[in-house]
């Protein structure tokens, strides 16, 4: 079984969208196996971003993802590393097709709903990265 990290971004809490979200993870079989409400720092989204964090457009990322708290979890099922992209489709909204929650739920390449892990190994580090030990739990 693998496990991966779930942000539910500022444009997915200010909309209201995080119970239609979810309900697409639980529908498509997945687990919740840790969740919580956290405002991200500077701190944690630069390591978080360390990919892009010395491009021109960081900045906006970090003023957007700290904007407002999110809720960050874990999710356990088989394969549900592909599976969870493929049900976000796209990063950019703008793209996604209807029927995927980007799709139906993002507007932009920014706002695009949801974080997900995109290998089993980042969802490995980013999971420690939010979550201590004792705060994941098996199925």
């Not at 969870?84 to 703008?94: A, E, H, I, K």
């Amino acid at each position: 079984m693998e496990k991966t990290l779930i942000i539910f971004k500022p444009d997915c809490m200010e909309k209201r969208h995080v119970g239609n979200v979810l309900g697409r993870f639980e529908r498509a079989g997945f687990s919740i196996i840790a969740c919580k409400m956290t405002r991200l720092t500077p701190k944690v989204l630069r390591e978080h971003y360390a990919h892009v964090a010395d491009e021109p457009f960081y900045p906006e990322i970090e003023k957007f993802m700290s904007s407002r708290p999110v809720l960050v979890m874990a999710l356990q099922g088989q394969s549900i590393v592909s599976k969870v992209r493929d049900l976000l489709g796209p990063t950019d909204s703008r793209k996604a097709p209807k029927g995927t929650i980007r799709g139906d739920f993002g507007t932009e390449m920014m706002m695009n709903v949801v974080h997900a892990s995109d290998s089993v190994e980042n969802a490995k580090s980013e999971l420690a990265r939010f979550f201590e030990p004792g705060e994941i739990f098996s199925v």
